[in-house]
């Protein structure tokens, strides 16, 4: 079993009994792989990014403990101990754990997106949570104009929400 698949397995079991969070993050990881594959990201950022697409919401959990919220910026504050936790008993490389860490810091931070790991990251949860939220078709246009800038999630979007745009 490789690093990803025994990533997968620890957050299903971090999220044992909470299937929509299992769901959220098992779709996030889906099309975070497939806009990276699209894109053409090279293999070891497109680890880095598969990981990150698991992890990304591990600070719900201590957020809703602390806080009773799971509002964006508490997840990003919230999550980055559990997920350095995490990463290193799997065994993840330092640099790996410290830049998914960083990314989980951000993930519901939209302006400044600095790496291909980042955009796409925030493709592919915008693309589950405009679904998961059943978002108007104002709100879904406005993501795919503020927030989409890579080609395939783009045309991801466009394609799922049946949204005209170039």
Known sequence: MNMLDKLYFEMID??????????????VHS???????GEGLDEDTRFTLEAAA???????KPAEEKYGSCAGPLQEKEGVEPARKMLTKLGFEKEIVERVCWLVAHHHTYT???????RIL???????NLFE??????????????????????????????IGGQ
Do not use: W
Not at 112 to 118: A, F, K, L, P
Not at 122 to 128: C, G, K, P, R
Not at 143 to 150: E, H, L, P, Q, S
């Open 54 to 60: 698991y992890v990304h919401d591990i600070g719900i």
């Open 133 to 162: 939220d059943d978002e108007p078709t104002t709100a879904v246009k406005s993501a795919y104009d503020n927030i989409f800038k890579t080609e395939t999630g783009r045309s991801i979007c466009r394609t799922m929400f049946s």
């Open 112 to 118: 400044d997106v600095t790496g291909m790991d980042y």
């Open 31 to 37: 099309f975070a792989r497939l806009i990276a594959i």
């Open 122 to 128: 925030l493709e592919a949860d915008f693309l589950v």
């Open 14 to 27: 971090y999220y044992k009994a909470q299937p929509s969070r299992i769901q959220h993050f098992a779709k």
